[in-house]
C-alpha cells in the first residue's frame, strides 16, 4: 500500500522526499519536525499501539488485527478512499451446498468431533472471533504466512478467512464466497497513539492540519467547479431558477455575475458558479440547459475546505478532551 | 490503441475498471449496464457491423477497411483527438523518377504485361480501390500480416500501401510517400451499429451521453478559462475594450466582477472571467496587457458543455429519426 | 536532466514531439521556426558559446565550468525549479580533525611539499579556482570521468570536488562534506547566445514567449486560486475584512460577487476570487475562516502572467539594446 | 516463437547477429550466402509456398492453414522440439453434457436450422475440415484476430477451435477441451520450397547442413557421454558384463581402456565410455553400480552425428531425386 | 529462494513446469508421482513437520526457528550449495566499545533493570536462546514483520538478530557484527517428514533419486575432467610419473590410452584421463607440464556418480532403518 | 563494456562477487590479494599508465587515445575477443563525390582558408594524428561529449572520427565510410604498468596466470573435443587414416582405444579422440565419415592448455626479463 500512500498524501499536497526505495525514514517539507517511517502494516499498529509511532497510515484489516484488547490506538480517519478490500469467509466452489454462513455451521456441526473444519487464515483473532459468533463449531484454525487461497486445493485446510480485493485469486483456486460470510470491509484508515495525542500539544497541531488537509482534498475529489452562463430578468430572479433545480443546491447558494454581450441591448445574461458532485454532472447539466443556462465551464477542484473538519469534533469527544484550536 | 483509449475515456470521466491485462470485459462505473469489451481492430468493426457489439471506439482506418457494403456502421463521431495516422502509398527512396501517382501510373503502365507492379497491403480493399481510381495498371496485390516495409528491400513486392504515423518506420526501410498517394487521414472514431441505435432507446440514451462527454471534454482540451484584473470606469466600458479586441471574443460575453482594493479610492477595477483557445493565449495575454489588463490567472478546464452536442443532431439526421431528447 | 526538461517544457505549455529515444533534432508546434537538440551538458554550454546553438537549458554547474572566459553566454533565467545540486568539497568521514575549509588549509599547508593534497574533480577551472581561492596549498588536481566519490577509498586521491544532490552516494563512499566547503548551489537555468539575441530579432522574439510561459508557469506553480463565501453588509465591508489578514492580500484587490441564498431575506453572503501562496494555503484558510468565510474552493492555476516578464528588462538590459515589444 | 528458434538455431550452432529488434534480415555467420528474414507466421508459410523465401522455420499449425492445396511446401524437419501446442475443440464448462466430438454433433444436430452452432477459429480451412469429417452439422464459422477465447463467455460464439499450449487461459475463460476433440499436436518444422530445392544445388547443400547439425543437435539433447570405472579380467571380460545390461548398450559398443592404480598388483581396472539416454541415467548408474561400476563421470554433449541425417534420404525421396552428397 | 531452488533443481536435472508465476503446484516430469509445491519458507517447515509436506527445500534458518521441539523435521542434505546467508547479532556502529558478545552482555549487566537491552528479531526463538546462553541479561525481545535493520536508527531497538549476506544493509543501516555474535551459517537444505520417510517406501525411493542427482551435481560442481598427452616409455611408467604428483591423484587411478603420431617411430605419447579439484586446476596443469604433459583438454561435468550416495546411509541411520536399495 | 568483461573472466573461470551496481570495487575468490576496480575507460588507461592500478581490461581505442608518449602502459593481450569495434572516418552520405580518404584530401584543400574542414571526434588524439598522417588539410578539430553523429545533420560539423560497431547508427544519421578512412580496429585488451610488471613479482604472477586462463580459455573456444567410432585393422592403421585427411590433424596426434562389440567376432572398431577448429566442425565430420568413421560425439570443451601461454614469453620479452616460472 506503500505506492498508494505516498500518491495520496501528494494529492493531499503532503510531498515525501523518498530518493531511495531502500530508506525507512522520509521527511514532509510541508510539515517540519514530522518523520515518517515506511514498515510494514503489522508492525504501523504494532508500534502506534505501543507509542512508538504517534501517527500511522494502515489499512483496517491490520488495525482489526493488531490493535490489541486496549483502547490505545484511535482511529483519526476512518475512510482514506483507497486501499479497498474486504476480510471474508471463502469455501471451495465444489461445495454446492454451503452457500450461506449458516450451511457452513450445519457442516461443520454434522463432522466427526476428531474432524473438525480446517481454517486457515493470516488473522487469527479476526477469524476465531468471527467462527465463534457464527456458531461455526468445531474448527481447527490454522497458520500460514503466504498464498493460503491454494491451501484447500492441496488438502491442507477446508475453508479460508482471507482479504479480498477483485475477487480474481478466488476464482483461479476455485473458491467462493458465501452469504454472511464478511467480517468487514476494509479501506485505508488514519491512527494515533492515543497517549501521544492527548498530551503533546504539538501531535495534536499535526494531526489537526493532516485532518484538514485530507477531508478537503476527499471533498474536492467528488465536487466540479461549475461556471453557467444563464439569461434571467435580474440575479434573483436565476437565483429562484437555480433553486428550483434539485441538482443546483450547491454547498451554498449560487455566485452570481453580470455577463456583457457584444449587442449592447440584451444584457440579461449572468454567470453562476455552483459547485456540484461529479458523479450527479449529467443530471445538474440537463437541468442548467432547463432553465435557460449554456457555455457550462467545468473546472477540477484540488481542496473544499468546510467551517470546521468534521472529524475534528469527533476526535476531540474520542480523546475526552474540549474543542481548541 | 488500447492503453489511448483507455487515457481518453478516462479524461472523459470514464474510468474502466479493468484489473488484470489479460481480461477482455470491463465496466464503466459512471454508465450502468455498459459492458465494454477489448478486441483487435478489425473485429470491433466486425463485431459492430455485425450487431455483435452496439457501440466501438477504433481508428477509422478500420472502419474503412472491414464496414463493408451496407449501412449498418455508423460512424457516430469521426475525430477523437487520439491516434493519429494516414493511408498511403510509399515506393522506395532509389525510384528518383517517381514523385507522383501519376509517375506511378506511368511507371505502372510501362512494365511488360508479366510483371505487373507488385503491392503487398494489409488493406486489400482500400488499396485495390485507390489503385484503380487512379489509373496505376496493371498490378499485382499482395498479402501480408506483418511489418510489410521490409518487402520492396527482400524484393517480396515492389510497393506498399500502409499506415504510416511518424514515418521513422519508412525512412529505415528506404521508402518515400509520393504526392497523391494518400488514400485517407485516419484518427481514433466512435462507431456504432444502425439497428442497434435505431431499435433501442437505451442505446441511444447512452450515446448521448458519451457524445456529451466526449465533445465537452475536446471542447475543454482545446480552451483556457482566464480571469484577468482591468482598470475601467464602468463595467460596460470594460466589457467594450473587451470586444474590441479579436482574440477575447470567448464563446460568450465576459463575465464581469468588481474588484476591491486597499487603497479605497480607486475603486475602478474589474475582473473579467472569458475563455480562449490554448493556441491563441500569447495573443490573448497582450491584447489584455494592451487594454489594461494585468494579473492574468489562467485556470484548467475539464470540461466545456455547449448547449446541445453539435453531432448529436447529425446523428439523429443519420438515422433517420427525430430529435428527442 | 532531459527527462526532467522535457516535463517541465511541457508543463509550460511547450510539447516536444520526440518520437524515438535516438533521436537529437526535435521540433515544438507551439513555436514555429524553432529545433531542439539533445545534447550532453557540455555540449549545450560549447555550442550556445560558439553560436552552434541561440538557446540552451542545462544546469549552471555546467555554465560555470564550460562558459569560458569571454560574455557570449548570456544567463537568461536563473532559476528553472529543478535539477537541483550543489558543487562543494567532499572530504573522508576519516579526517575527524577537518570540518571546514580553514581545517582543510591547514592540513594541506601542513604536509611535505612532495607529497600535495590531491583533488579529483570532473570541474577543473571551477576547483582550481575555489582552492586557490580559500588558500589551500599545494595541491594536485586530477582529472576523471567516471564515479569519482570511490577515489578516495581506492587511494587514487584524497579529496574531491564534485556535483552532490542527496549526499547517498557520499555516505556510502565514506566522504562528509565541510563548513565552507560550497562552491555554489545549482538547477537547471535557460541560457542564449549574446550574437544571436543582439542581432537576430528573429530570437528575442522567441526567448521573449519562452521567458513569458516560464515565469508564468512557475508563479502559477507557487500559488492557488481561492474562491470563498463571506458573510458581509457590502461588498466594501467584505473588502475591508479581507484587507484586514496579512495572508489574504493577493496580487492585487479581492473579486467580490454576490451570492444568492435560497432563503431570501439573507442576502448578505459575498464570493472573493483571491490568489494566495501554496505555502500559505493553511494560514489563509484560517484568516478567511476568523473572518467568517467558509465553502472554501481551492482551484489548480496553469500560468500567472503578470505585467510584463520581470527578467525581460532584466535581458534586455543586460544585452545593452532598449525595451522593444 | 522468433526468441525460441534464435536459441534454438544458436544451439545448432547457427548463431544469428540480429543487433536491432526491428531488423527483419540478418545473417549466420556460419553459412555464408544464407539471408534470414523474420516473418509472421502465416507471412513465413506463404512465401516459402511462393518461392520468395527458400526455406522457413515456423509451427506446423501454420504449415497445415497456409501450405494450400498444392505440394510446393516441402516439410523437411517435422519435429524441432520446441513451440509445442496443440489445435483442438473447445466448448464451455457449463455444457457438462458435452464431453466428446459425438456429444458435439448430437448437440448440433439437434438445434434449428436457423440456430447452427457458430464456431469461431483463426485456423478457418482446419476447423472446417475437422467439423465436416466428424460430422458436427449444422455450423456457422466466424473469423476473429484477438484473443478468441472470450468469444463464448461475450456470447458471439459457442464453442472455439484454437491452439491450446498450458490450458490455463482455457480454464480463466471457463473452457474445456473434449475426448476425440483434437485436430493435431504441433511443434516448430523446418519447411522449404520444392522448386528451390529440386532445380537449385545450393539450396539443398544449406539444407543438408542446417538438417546435419539439427539432427545432431536434437540427438545430443536426449544422451549424455558416460566414462565409469569398472574392474574386470580383460577388456573382454568387461564388454560383456556391459552387454548385459540393458541400459548400457549405447549407440554402438563401449570403448574400453585400461585404468592404472597407484598399487601397482591390482590393475584390473578398465574406463568404459558409453553413450545413454538422459532419461535412463538413474537406470544405467544402478546397472554400472551392479556389475562393479564406481566413478561415474557424466559429461555433456554438443552434438551426435550418426552415419548420415536419418531425414536427408527421406527428403531426396519425397522431393524424387537419387541421393548425392 | 525460489528463482534460486528452481535454477539448483534444473541443474540437478530435474525441471520444474511451472508456467504461470501465480502457480503454486507443478510436477517435475522426471520423477512422477510428485507434486511440488511453492511456499514461503515458515510454511515449507511447518508443512513438512506436520506431514502436509514429505520433502522440502528450505533455508537452515527457517528450519532451526520453526522446525520445533520434535524431531519430525529430518534433514536430508545440509549443504545445497546455495542461498548463503548466517543469523548474526548486530549493534549500532557507534557502540565503539562493544565489539565482542562478551562486551555486549557487559553493557547489559550495566543498564539499569527498567532499561533492559531491547532486541528485536524475526527469529524470536533462536535469538532468545542464544542470548541465554551468552548471558545477556537482561534483554526486552521484540518482533517485528519487516525491515529491521533500520530499528536501532529509528530508536525502537537496540540491537537487532537478523540475517545477513552482503552486510551491505547492515553499513547501510550503520550497524556492525561483533565477535562471537554469530548465531550460525545457514544455506539452503533438503528436509523430509519423518513418519513420511519411515512409513511410505515410495518417499524413500524419492529421496534416495533426488539424494543421487543432488550429490553427483554438486561433486561435480567441484571438479573438471582433464585429458592430456604425456611422453613415456609405456602406461605404467605414464601412470608412476602421474601417481608421483600431488594434485593428479583423481578419484582412482588414470585412464590412459595410447596416442599415434604422424611420424610413426615417435609412438611413446600417452592421452591420460583424470578427474582434479576446479580449484586446484592451476595446480595440476602445472604438474602435468612437469612431468611431460601438454595440450591439457578441461572437460565441463555434469555428475559425478560415487558407489553410494555418502548421506544415503547417514539418512537411514538417522532414521533407524537398515540400509536397503 | 563492463557487462562482457564481467561474463568474459567468469568464463574464464573467474567470478567477481559484485553484489551491488553502485559498488565499484570488488574480489576474485580465484586469487587472492587482488581488487577490482570499476572505471570508465579512459579512467582505466590513465590509472595504469599512472600506476594507481596494475592490470586493467580495457577497449584498444582506449588506450590509443589515453596511454601517452611514455611506454608505461603494455599491452599483456591484444585480443580477448569481444568489444569489437572500430575508428573510422565518417562523411555524409549526400556526398557522392566523396568515397576515400584522398577524395575527401582534395575535398579539404579545395576548400578556402577561412573554412577548413570542420571534424569532431572525441579522439582528439588519433584523429588528428591520422588526418596529418593522410594529408588532409586544413581541419578544424572539434570536440564534443555526446553522440556525434548528429552534428553533421546539424551543421556543427563536416564530417566525425568516431567507434562504430555495427554501422546502424551511421546510417540512421545519413553518414558512410569512406576507403583508407579506418584508423584501426578495435577489442578488449589486457594491460599493465610497466613498473609493476618488472618491480612487482606478485604482479607477474597474478599476470600470467590470468594470461594462463585466458589463451586456455580462448583457445577452447575455438575447438570441440570429438571422439568417433571408426573402422579398422589396428590402431596404427586407424592413425593413418586419420592422418590422411587435412581437417583431423588436431593438437598433436589421435588418442585411439579399442571399442568393442557385442559381436564379438568382429573386435576391429576404435574410438578416436582428437580435437577439431569449430568452424571445420563440417568438414571434419565429412571426412571421419569418407574413412569410415560414424557415431561422432561433439563435446564442448572449457579450456585448451598448451604448452606454455604463448603470449607470456612475448611479455617477457617486451619487459625485457629472462623467462622464469
Keep these: 500500500m506503500e505506492e498508494e500512500t505516498l500518491a495520496f498524501l501528494r494529492e493531499c499536497g503532503l510531498s515525501i522526499d523518498k530518493v531511495n526505495p531502500r530508506q525507512y525514514i522520509a521527511q514532509i517539507p510541508e510539515i517540519p519536525n514530522l518523520e515518517v517511517w515506511f514498515q510494514r502494516s503489522a508492525d504501523v499498529v504494532r ?51 454451503v452457500n450461506s454462513i449458516a450451511d457452513l455451521a450445519d457442516l461443520a456441526a454434522g463432522r466427526e468431533a476428531d474432524r473438525p473444519l480446517r481454517v486457515v487464515s493470516k488473522f487469527q483473532r479476526q477469524a476465531a472471533a468471527f467462527l465463534d459468533r457464527c456458531h461455526v463449531q468445531p474448527y481447527h484454525l490454522l497458520h500460514a504466512d503466504g498464498a493460503l487461497e491454494a491451501a484447500p486445493q492441496m488438502g491442507t485446510a477446508d475453508i479460508i478467512v482471507d482479504l479480498i480485493s477483485s475477487g480474481v485469486t478466488l476464482r483461479e483456486n476455485r473458491l467462493k464466497e458465501i452469504a454472511g460470510g464478511l467480517l468487514f470491509d476494509s479501506q485505508a484508515v488514519l491512527i494515533g497513539n492515543r497517549t501521544a495525542l492527548t498530551t503533546r500539544p504539538d501531535v495534536l497541531v499535526v494531526t489537526r ?38 441538482e443546483l443546491g450547491g454547498l451554498q447558494g449560487p455566485t452570481i455575475s453580470p455577463v456583457y454581450l457584444r449587442e449592447t441591448t440584451d444584457t440579461s445574461w449572468y454567470a453562476i458558479t455552483i459547485v456540484v458532485r461529479k458523479d450527479r454532472l449529467h443530471q445538474a447539466v440537463a437541468q442548467l ?27 476531540l469527544t474520542a480523546l475526552g478532551v474540549g474543542s481548541k484550536k
Tied chains: 1, 2, 3, 4, 5, 6.
Design 209 to 246: 492540519e493532516i485532518l484538514e488537509r485530507t477531508e478537503a482534498h476527499l471533498r474536492a475529489c467528488e465536487h466540479y467547479t461549475i461556471i453557467a452562463n444563464m439569461r434571467g430578468d435580474s440575479p434573483t430572479q436565476v437565483a429562484q431558477k437555480v433553486f428550483g433545480q434539485s
Design 47 to 97: 508500534k502506534v499501539r505501543d507509542g512508538d509511532i504517534d501517527l500511522g497510515v494502515v489499512g483496517f484489516d491490520a488495525v482489526a488485527e493488531y490493535r490489541g484488547p486496549t483502547d490505545s490506538v484511535v482511529i483519526i480517519h476512518e475512510a482514506l478512499g483507497y486501499g479497498y478490500c474486504r476480510l471474508a469467509v471463502a469455501v471451495p466452489e465444489m461445495w454446492v451446498n
Design 289 to 315: 440547459r432547463a432553465i435557460g443556462g449554456s457555455g457550462v465551464l467545468v473546472l477540477p477542484t484540488i481542496y473544499i475546505f468546510d467551517e470546521e473538519p468534521f472529524r475534528w469534533h469527533k476526535l
